[in-house]
C-alpha cells in the first residue's frame, strides 16, 4: 500500500473510520533515555504520533509513504489483527515491520542522514526518487532518545500526552534522521 502525500491527501479520514479501529492496538515499548531511566509507552502513542505525522505534521517533507510487512508469521497475524490496510503502514515499526518514507521532490538532492541497521550509525544519503528512509521499531526508539536529548519540549508533549502535528513531526524526523531537519 502507497500513500501519497505530497499533494495533501489525508489518507485516514478518506476511509471514514477514524481511529476507532485501533483498540486491538495494545502493549508498551520500553525506551531507555540517557538518564538511564526507562520510559514505558504505549504503543498506541508511537500509532498516533505516526498519524499525526503523515496526516499533516510531515506532509511538507514527505511525497510518499509505504510499508514493509512483518516477516514472521506470528508478527503478521498480530498487525492483521490490529488493523485494517489503511493502519498497516503505522502500526507496522510495533510488529516487526517498516513504514517506508520517501522525501519529498522539492527536497531532491538534499544529503540526509539515514541510520544504516547493519552498521548501527547514521550514514549520509542523497534523496531521490526511489531513495527510502526505513522506520521501524529500533529507529522509533532512536527517535525518541532523540526528541529526549535534542527536543525536550517535544518529548514533554509526549510525555504528558499531549501531542500535536508539530510533535509528531519533530519524533518522525528523529526517527528518519535522528535529528529535526525541516521545519
Not at 492496538?25 to 508511537?46: L, P, Q, R
Request: negative net charge; glycine residues 10%; aromatic residues 12%.
Amino acid at each position: 500500500m502507497v500513500w501519497n502525500l505530497g499533494n495533501g491527501n489525508d489518507f485516514l479520514k478518506d476511509t471514514g473510520k477514524g481511529y476507532s479501529n485501533m483498540t486491538n492496538v495494545s502493549g508498551n515499548m520500553n525506551v531507555e533515555i540517557e538518564t538511564s531511566k526507562t520510559w514505558a509507552f504505549e504503543k498506541k502513542s508511537f500509532f498516533y504520533l505516526l498519524a499525526g505525522a503523515l496526516e499533516g505534521g510531515s506532509n511538507y517533507w514527505i511525497e510518499r509513504a509505504s510499508f514493509k510487512p512483518p516477516e514472521s508469521d506470528e508478527d503478521k497475524a498480530l498487525m492483521e489483527k490490529a488493523a485494517d490496510d489503511i493502519f498497516k503502514g503505522l502500526i507496522a515499526p510495533l510488529y516487526g515491520g517498516d513504514l517506508m518514507i520517501e522525501i519529498c521532490r522539492d527536497f531532491e538532492g538534499d544529503v540526509l542522514p539515514r541510520y544504516n541497521r547493519s552498521l548501527g550509525k547514521y550514514e549520509n544519503v542523497e534523496s531521490s526518487e526511489n531513495v527510502m528512509w526505513s522506520v521501524g521499531e529500533e529507529e522509533l526508539r532512536r527517535g525518541v532518545q532523540a526528541m529526549a536529548k535534542k527536543y525536550p519540549r517535544h518529548f514533554d508533549d509526549l510525555v504528558r500526552k499531549n501531542e500535536d502535528a508539530n510533535t509528531s513531526d519533530c519524533f518522525l524526523q528523529c526517527c528518519c534522521f535522528g535529528e529535526m531537519v525541516y521545519g
